[in-house]
């Protein structure tokens, strides 16, 4: 059974910093893609970060130079740490595995608010 956990998400004041980590079991994890994802309400979901298999990055524009993902595979871990935040990167945060057809977490709720 798939299962992918994030933690780390809460309230930031602007300027700040959080920590995203996601624990994933029943998947072959060292060899699939792994990305974040984010959504507010009453908009699509958006692509934050991923990581592929051999390290390669993907970053939204709007998180490049601020964010930064990460992973380890001898732990089945994946990171989101998020520097600089601003309002606007209030939302749900997502782990995902495998693309948009595959494995999702059930998220995390970041805020950022003065």
């Known amino acids: 059974q798939v299962q992918l956990v994030e933690s780390g998400g809460g309230l930031v004041q602007p300027g ?6 996601c624990a994933a ?8 893609t792994m990305s974040w ?8 979901r958006e692509l934050v970060a991923a990581i592929g298999r051999h390290g390669n990055t993907n970053y939204g524009d709007s998180v490049k130079g601020r964010f930064t993902i990460s992973r380890d595979n001898a732990k089945n871990m994946v990171y989101l740490q998020m520097n600089s935040l601003k309002v606007e990167d209030t939302a749900v945060y997502y782990c995902n595995a495998d693309g948009e057809s595959g494995s999702w977490g059930q998220g995390t709720q970041v805020t950022v608010s003065s």
Do not use: A, C, E, V
């Open 37 to 44: 994802y984010r959504q507010t309400p009453g908009k699509q």
């Open 25 to 32: 079991s029943g998947i072959m994890f060292s060899i699939l």
């Open 16 to 21: 700040g910093s959080l920590r995203l980590s």
